[in-house]
C-alpha cells in the first residue's frame, strides 16, 4: 500500500503533489462562463426550466398514477371476499412499481437524480401464486402505492405554484411591451388594479408601468427558487418511497465494505509473502549456504572459514532487521504494549519531516480501531516524508463523542486530490469498510489537512 500510495504523490496526477496544472484555466473558464450573480442568472438557465417541466408533468402523471392506485386498491380490497381480490390487488402492486420505475427516469432526467432502482422482488418458487404472494409481502411494492397517493395532491399544489408564480412574472415583466392592447382593443386604460361601482384605478401612466415590470422581475427571478424548493419534497418522495430502503442500502453497503476488507486482506497476505520470499526468506537461505560452505573449510582453510562465518552473521543481523520492520508493519509490539501515542511517535521519529504528535484520549478504542488509526497515520506521514516538500508536519488525534478522529497537517505543495488516483481512494475505502470517512483539504500551494474519522468501539 505504501509504494502505490507513494506513486499518487510524485508527478501531480494521483494524490496532487505537483504543480497544480489546470487550476487556473478551469477557474478562467468557469468565471468567464458565469459572470451574473446566480439569482439573475437562474431563469435561463436549463435547470430551471427542467425543474419547471417535471412540475408542470407531475400533475397529468400524478392524475393517472392517483387514480390507477385507488381504483386497482379499492378493487382489490373490495373482491377479497373472493378468490379474485387477490390476484387484483397483486397486479395493482405490480402495476404501481412500474410506474414508479417511469417516474425515477422521470426524476433522472429532468431533476438529474441520482436514485437506484429498489430491490428485486424475490420470488422463492415458481408459479403464479408464489409471484403474487412475494408482490403482496414487498415492502417496495407498498411503497410505490404510497406514493402514487401521496403524489397527487402534492403535484396539484406544486403544480398550482409554478404556473402561477411563472405566468404571472413574466406577464408582469413584459408589461410594458403589450399594455397598449388595452387601450387599442379591450375599451380601457390599462391593466385593472382596483375597481368599483364609482372608481377604477389602472396601470397606465410611465411610473407604474415601470413599477409593474420590476414587480415582474421580482417574480420571474423567485420563480426557479421557489420551483426548486417545491421540487426538494418530490426529490424527497422519489428517493424515499421509490428507491431502495434503507435497510437494503445498508446491506449492499456492508456487502461492498465486506469486499473492501477481503481485498485488503488479501494484498496484505501478498506483500507479507513477496516480503519475506524476496527479503529474510532470501538472506537466510544465502545465511544456510555460507554456514555450509564455512563448516566444510573449517579444517582446511580457517581463515575463509572466518569470512563466511562474519559474512553469514551480516546476512542474519539483515535477516533479523528486515523480519522486526516486517513485523512492525503488521502489527508493532509498541501499539499493543503501549498504545497510539507511543506508537504515533515512534513513526513520527522515523519521518524525515519535524513531526509534532499530540494524542488526547481518555481510554483507547478497539484494537482493530486502534490498528486502523495506526496505519492510517503511518502511511500519511511516509507520503509526507517523500512527496509533498514538506518543512514539517503536525498528528493530532483525539475523542469526539463516540468518534475517533485523526488529523494529519503539513505545510507543503499541496494540490491532493483523492479522486485521481488509488492512494487515497484506496485508503479512504479501507476507512469507509469500518464506517470511518477520510476527509482532505489540500489546495495547491499547501498547507495539506487530512482528516480522518473512525468510530470508537470499545
Not at 468557469?30 to 459572470?35: K, N, P, Y
Amino acid at each position: 500500500m505504501a509504494t502505490e500510495y507513494g506513486r499518487e504523490y510524485g508527478d501531480g496526477s494521483g494524490y496532487g503533489y505537483g504543480h497544480g496544472h489546470g487550476y487556473g484555466r478551469e477557474d478562467r473558464r468557469r468565471g468567464g462562463a458565469r459572470l451574473l450573480p446566480a439569482g439573475l442568472r437562474a431563469p435561463f438557465e436549463p435547470r430551471a426550466w427542467r425543474e419547471f417541466a417535471y412540475v408542470l408533468l407531475g400533475l397529468p402523471i400524478g392524475v393517472v398514477l392517483f387514480t390507477y392506485a385507488v381504483t386497482m386498491l379499492s378493487l382489490g380490497a373490495g373482491l377479497l371476499v373472493t378468490f379474485l381480490g387477490v390476484p387484483v390487488l397483486a397486479a395493482g402492486l405490480a402495476g404501481c412499481r412500474g410506474l414508479g420505475a417511469l417516474e425515477r427516469t422521470r426524476a433522472r432526467a429532468l431533476l438529474g437524480m441520482k436514485v437506484a432502482d429498489p430491490e428485486p422482488l424475490r420470488v422463492g418458487r415458481s408459479g403464479l401464486w408464489a409471484w403474487m404472494g412475494a408482490v403482496l409481502k414487498s415492502g417496495t411494492s407498498w411503497r410505490h402505492l404510497l406514493y402514487a397517493v401521496l403524489h397527487f395532491p402534492w403535484a396539484v399544489f406544486s403544480f398550482a405554484v409554478a404556473v402561477s408564480f411563472w405566468t404571472y412574472g413574466w406577464a408582469l415583466l413584459t408589461y410594458p411591451l403589450w399594455f397598449w392592447l388595452f387601450p387599442m382593443y379591450g375599451g380601457q386604460d390599462g391593466l385593472q388594479l382596483y375597481g368599483d361601482e364609482t372608481h377604477r384605478v389602472y396601470l397606465d401612466n410611465p411610473f407604474e408601468i415601470t413599477v409593474t415590470a420590476l414587480v415582474g422581475l421580482l417574480f420571474t427571478l423567485a420563480t426557479p427558487w421557489i420551483v426548486r424548493a417545491l421540487t426538494t419534497v418530490d426529490r424527497l418522495l422519489v428517493r424515499g418511497l421509490l428507491g431502495p430502503s434503507r435497510l437494503v442500502s445498508r446491506v449492499v453497503e456492508l456487502e461492498s465494505d465486506r469486499g473492501v476488507v477481503v481485498d485488503g486482506a488479501a494484498a496484505d497476505l501478498r506483500r507479507i509473502e513477496r516480503d519475506l520470499h524476496d527479503g529474510a526468506q532470501a538472506r537466510l537461505s544465502a545465511l544456510a549456504i555460507d554456514l555450509g560452505l564455512a563448516k566444510e573449510k573449517l579444517a582446511e582453510d580457517p581463515q575463509a572459514a572466518a569470512r563466511l562465518v562474519d559474512e553469514a552473521h551480516g546476512e542474519a543481523k539483515t535477516a533479523l532487521r528486515e523480519l522486526r520492520d516486517l513485523a512492525r508493519g503488521i502489527h508493532p509490539a509498541v501499539l499493543t504494549d503501549r498504545g497510539l501515542d507511543a506508537a504515533l511517535s515512534a513513526v513520527a521519529s522515523r519521518c524525515p519531516v519535524p513531526v509534532r504528535v499530540e494524542v488526547d484520549l481518555p481510554s483507547r478504542p478497539a484494537p482493530a480501531i486502534e490498528g486502523i488509526a495506526y496505519f492510517t497515520v503511518s502511511e500519511l506521514l511516509q507520503n509526507v516524508g517523500r512527496h509533498s516538500g514538506a518543512r514539517s508536519a503536525s498528528v493530532d488525534v483525539w475523542r469526539s463523542e463516540n468518534r475517533l478522529m485523526l488529523q494529519v497537517v503539513d505545510d507543503g505543495v499541496g494540490g491532493a486530490d483523492p479522486s485521481g488516483g488509488t492512494g487515497l481512494a484506496g485508503l479512504a475505502e479501507r476507512l469507509d469498510a469500518v464506517d470511518g470517512v477520510l476527509v482532505v483539504d489540500s489546495p495547491p500551494g499547501g498547507p495539506t489537512r487530512v482528516t480522518a474519522e473512525l468510530p470508537w468501539r470499545t
